[in-house]
């Protein structure tokens, strides 16, 4: 194992507020101002150091107080002192040792990689198995309150080369989705749409309302009930002539079992930060493929950081058909956390060749940001 054998000596958290420039509204909440979330760096004592960033929403995933307390309190013990090379060994101790928290444990699963990558002179996706795909389709939701500032968003999109959309929906009336659609199928044809309720769907409306969205045509339609309502989706599932995919309904391989086994989707959205690891995003990918699913890359509140460790998954998983939703680094935070840009290209996120995740923190922006969450 060689330099793998180096034990890890400290383990560094930021947590950060990064402003954004828009308000954003979903089936299960809104953000607006800022977003919050917490990074860590695992130092060698060979002089190396390895990256991961938990980005929890509180509605979803849990909280940020919670991901800084799992990994400040209760993971730092297990990693602090061992071999960079018992990787799997840390992350299964790490499962153990505090119940929820995935968005910490997919952070600590990222930084470990990493690290590993940046000794081995490695990338992280060759330490996933390979690359599969190197150029992501991007996705970018569409989410303002102010329609018309989307209206701006997509015609730059459009001159940037971005083909896909998310339509949230479900969180202003069914008049207002129904009058979104329509207005991008007439300035905006070219662009390929989904949509996804996160949630937002009483069960009593969500039949006439998913019927109604899907006479567009969208390329799917994502999570419009409760995540508990399994039954119901099942019944959507049938009901519609486009592919219907969970999201808050399967966070890891477990759910993606009960999600298969009941049939409550054609699809799923595979987020690090849901699955707790990016193993675990691989392995609900490659479940969701077992059972004749799709499956694309989703993602949280996320800086270029995260993206980073999302888009590496993606490259080492060809079970992923659909692209990835790592567009808030470019398009969403004031300013992001990278030393150079998150790299996005003719609508397409690149996946880095260098070793670990290819690109690392600037370290004076986390400081700064920091410094903002003090404030």
Request: charged residues 20%; aromatic residues 6%.
């Amino acid at each position: 194992m060689g330099d793998l054998d180096q034990k890890i000596i400290a383990m560094d958290l930021w947590p950060l507020v990064l402003p954004v420039v828009s308000r954003r509204d979903h089936g299960i909440g809104s953000v607006a101002g800022s977003v919050e979330v917490i990074v860590l760096r695992l130092r060698a004592e060979g002089g190396a150091a390895g990256w991961g960033e938990a980005s929890p929403w509180v509605v979803f995933t849990g909280s940020p107080e919670a991901s800084f307390a799992a990994l400040d309190r209760y993971l730092r013990p297990l990693v602090i002192g061992r071999r960079i090379a018992d990787r799997a060994a840390i992350m299964a101790d790490a499962a153990r040792a505090v119940a929820h928290c995935p968005e910490a444990k997919a952070a600590l699963d990222t930084a470990l990689l990493d690290l590993t990558g940046r000794i081995s002179g490695l990338p992280v996706w060759a330490l996933l198995g390979g690359l599969a795909q190197g150029r992501l389709p991007l996705s970018v939701s569409i989410a303002n309150p102010e329609f018309e500032a989307d209206i701006a968003l997509m015609a730059r999109l459009q001159a940037d080369g971005v083909g896909l959309i998310k339509l949230k929906a479900g969180f202003a009336g069914h008049a207002f989705d129904i009058m979104r659609l329509e207005r991008i199928a007439q300035d905006f044809p070219d662009f390929r749409v989904r949509v996804d309720f996160n949630q937002g769907l009483p069960p009593d409306e969500a039949e006439r309302r998913v019927r109604d969205v899907a006479g567009f045509g969208p390329e799917f339609i994502e999570q419009p009930v409760a995540a508990h309502h399994f039954g119901l989706m099942a019944r959507l599932r049938d009901q519609i002539p486009c592919p219907l995919l969970a999201d808050e309904s399967v966070f890891g391989p477990e759910d993606m079992a009960r999600a298969a086994r009941e049939g409550i989707c054609d699809g799923v959205s595979v987020k690090i930060m849901k699955a707790g690891s990016l193993a675990r995003a691989q392995a609900v990918a490659r479940m969701a493929a077992a059972h004749g699913l799709s499956a694309y890359g989703g993602d949280m509140f996320e800086t270029g950081l995260a993206h980073l460790a999302g888009a590496h998954m993606i490259a080492a998983t060809p079970e992923i058909t659909l692209g990835c939703e790592f567009y808030q680094a470019r398009y969403y935070l004031q300013d992001d956390l990278l030393e150079t840009p998150f790299p996005v290209e003719g609508g397409h996120v690149i996946v880095p060749e260098g070793p670990g995740l290819g690109i690392a923190p600037d370290l004076d922006k986390l400081s700064h940001f920091k410094s903002m969450r003090a404030a």
